[in-house]
């Protein structure tokens, strides 16, 4: 690869050549893959990127770490719209207000760009088999896009894992195994069998490129915002992958002078979980949490990415702000009802953050603030439904029709005549 220099631990600063079997650093320490970007410089620009057709995450090819001959992976990951949602904005108290709805990738969620990434490496490994670890949507997005590579996965879920994602796995040919114990304990057992039997890895934090596929969010935002770089990006946070990737994105922006400051991170976890944001309240290292939240996808007590989000969050002079399951659940609704857009309850955990810090009066009020929604409603359609009102039943007549009207407060208004 000839843009990149090589794979550096985050913790001990020791240089590896970066191969596509890339796992932790010695010391223990996960990876970042160190880019040369004055060659890059030269490829990518803003001209070059206004006439380029591909509208997928592979259209920032030259700051991606593949080989120049690896091909695109075959669904359609990335370029997800950004709604500009004034209406929204408005109810908080902000100027400008982005949603950035990474629920509508293939499989339905931010992880496909991980996962996407993943199986490029894969198959530049020469491997067959991919193995992880998941919450749920690490896992149906490395299912699909293996499924559409041809490549077998086995995948581990702890067997709370809502209905949708499960439905996703087994529809996409893997091998799922649900584990009857927590994330952490999905992942010890996960680890021990990619051992085992020498499968590609695609776990979050031992897999230095998964947090490069999903940087291409805050790409597409840099582009999508005409270059301008928004004050503030809000986001959910479980192993911490995500947010750490958000925030590579946009030190690549500004090293490839794309953009000419950076954001500030809002990173938003559960109450009833935020290991990584009560370090940094704290200011101590992080330990172990519960897994308290119905937002299945952050239930993350042990995270696996802790030290690359906690240097994201600092590094970006970053807010910490911690919601409740109701805060969560308002928020879906928030965001359904103002603008058409379903997320699943770690989607909207960013933007119930980013209200509660609105309220807070931590938001500048001139502020322009994008807000990633990470994951699709319809993947765990029960939580949502204790989340909202259900629908009303009627009898087929007009009679029981009027009667539901007036009950529940939504009688039409008269046609003009
Ligand atoms: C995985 C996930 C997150 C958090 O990403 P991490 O890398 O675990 O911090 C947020 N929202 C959704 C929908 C996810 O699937
Ligand atoms: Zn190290």
Known sequence: MKNVICARCVKCGKEYEAIPNLENCTCGGILDIIYDYDYIKTKLTKDVLSKRGDYSMWRYREVLPVEEDTENTKLRVGWSPLYDEPRLASML???????????????????DRASAMAVAKALEAKAEVIGCSSTGNAASSLAGNAA???????????????????????????????VDGSYEDTFKISAEAIKKWGWYNRNAAINPYLSEGKKTVSLEIGEQLKWVCPDFVAVSVGDGCTIAGVWKGFKD???????????????????GCCPINRAVAENKPWYPMEENTLADSIAVGVPRNPDKAINAIIESNGIVINVTDEEIMAAQKLLGTSCGVFGEPAGVTGTAGLKKACEEGLIPKDATVV????????????????????????????????????????????KMA
């Open 93 to 111: 108290g902000i100027a400008k207000l982005y949603i950035k709805d990474d629920g509508l990738n293939p499989t339905s969620s931010l992880k």
């Open 148 to 178: 559409a590579a041809g490549l077998k996965t086995y995948i581990f879920v702890p067997a709370r894992a809502p209905k949708g994602k499960v439905a996703q796995l087994v529809t996409f040919g893997a091998n799922v195994i649900s």
């Open 371 to 414: 807000s990633i929604v990470t994951g699709n409603g319809l993947k765990d359609v029960d939580n949502t439904i204790k989340a909202v009102k259900a629908p009303v039943v009627i009898r087929p007549d007009m009679e029981s029709l009027i009667e539901a009207f007036k009950a529940g407060g939504i009688m039409p208004k008269e």
């Open 253 to 271: 922006l500004y090293a490839l002078g794309l953009i000419d400051r950076l954001p500030r991170l809002i990173s938003v976890q559960a109450a």
